[in-house]
């Protein structure tokens, strides 16, 4: 049952980002051969105002096929064929338009800054169903907020004259570029992020202290149990609920921000040379985790296991559109960067090289699905993903 949740979750998200892609272009009067959710053969396939509506084999991923698209976005609806007993009428699959309306609702015969609106649409949906997620569960169960807790423990960092219910607002370790934070999760990513520098680097705290900011400079403690580095600050376990609308809504945008960043700095990361294979995950290895996330939560009852499963689907929806702004040939971002382009340059790229560069970009990226769900399956089956089980 959890498996089917999590399948679901992923679907959901799919079909929110197409969902947005397919208003955008209904609102611009382009042309939508079909919409489906999942890939490979249909399952169920139906016609409504001249839109095929499909629901396929394999369960993630989908597409909004639209007139005129190139050969890397437009599915199955690739060659039309004329009609036999009607003049100038065209069939895409049961799909039907005359002559006049190939040119006039199709997509890449559209101005370049609705083709833009339309491109964007999908990302924009998933930030969108990010910030509504956040927002409800901003408002539903508060925020952890970086707020210092009482210890028994004396480190540089109390000794430097910070109290109890200092609020950390800003860090900087070292010779690190400095972040402000807003919540316990931002704090403890910047953490893990530079746990190599803390080691050897001063750590710089800005707080907020009855409403007055504060900084210090401490050197890290070490845990001698341990024998790591850490800041040397016990935090507040205490969620906090605002009474304030705004605040409310200020700290879902934060919350929106904070799973973005994560993205960028994992891609970071992962451009460094600093993630491991075991440490890669696709939509098995994500499907699996979600569905163990799901079954452990359980047991806890049913609101706290949607919480689980809202706040994953937060997290993925947020790195669905971050990673579909990257100007990768076939992605939203590819798209998108071919027509700011023409829009700066005021002349298209000939069409058919962009199809061959699009095409070229579905092909790199069917091959990377290939490796990554095989690298899912691998670690799946050696127990590497086993740490995210437990937890």
Excluded at 15 to 32: D, N, Q, R, S, T
Excluded at 153 to 177: H, Y
């Amino acid at each position: 049952m959890s498996i089917v949740l999590a399948i679901l979750a992923l679907s959901f998200l799919v079909f929110f980002h197409e969902l947005g892609h397919f208003l955008a272009a209904k609102f611009f009067h382009v042309g939508v051969n079909e919409f489906s959710i999942g890939m490979g053969p249909r399952l169920l396939s139906f016609l409504y105002k001249n839109t095929r509506y499909s629901l396929k084999l394999l369960p993630l991923g989908g597409s909004c096929a639209m007139l005129g698209e190139d050969a890397a976005g437009s599915g199955d609806f690739l060659a039309p064929k004329q009609e036999d007993n009607a003049e100038n009428v065209y069939d895409f699959d049961g799909v039907i338009y005359s002559e006049e309306e190939l040119k006039t609702k199709s997509f890449e015969g559209k101005p370049a800054w609705q083709r833009f609106i339309i491109c964007i649409a999908g990302v924009f949906n998933n930030f969108l169903l990010g910030f509504l997620i956040a927002l409800f569960l901003t408002g539903t169960i508060g925020v952890q907020l970086p707020k210092i807790a009482a210890s028994n423990v004396s480190t540089p960092a109390m000794e430097s004259g910070l109290q109890e219910g200092d609020e950390i607002r800003f860090i900087k370790i070292g010779n690190a570029k400095g972040r402000t934070v807003h919540s316990y999760s931002e704090l403890a990513m910047y953490m893990e992020l530079h746990k190599e520098e803390v080691q050897e680097g001063e750590v710089s705290l800005t707080v907020l202290r009855d409403g007055e900011k504060l900084s210090f400079q401490f050197p890290a403690y070490k845990d001698p149990s341990t024998g790591l580095y850490r800041m040397g600050v016990a935090l507040s376990s205490e969620r906090v609920k605002f009474q304030n609308p705004l605040k409310t809504i200020e700290y879902s945008f934060y919350e929106l921000a904070f799973n973005a960043r994560v993205v960028i700095d994992s891609l970071a990361l992962i451009s460094k040379g600093k993630v491991s294979r075991q440490e890669v995950m696709g939509p098995v290895g994500t499907v699996a985790v979600i569905g163990e996330s799901v079954s452990s939560s359980s047991q806890y009852g049913f609101f706290v296991m949607l919480l689980v499963l809202l706040n994953l689907s937060m997290m993925l929806s947020v790195n669905l559109a971050v990673m579909n702004l990257l100007p990768i040939p076939a992605l939203d971002g590819g798209r998108l960067l071919f027509i700011l382009l023409e829009m700066l340059a005021r002349k298209r790229l000939n069409p058919k090289w962009e199809e061959r560069i699009n095409t070229a970009g579905m092909v790199f990226l069917l091959a990377l699905m290939v490796l990554i769900v095989g690298n899912d399956v691998f670690n799946l089956l050696t127990g590497a993903y086993s740490k995210y089980f437990s937890s």
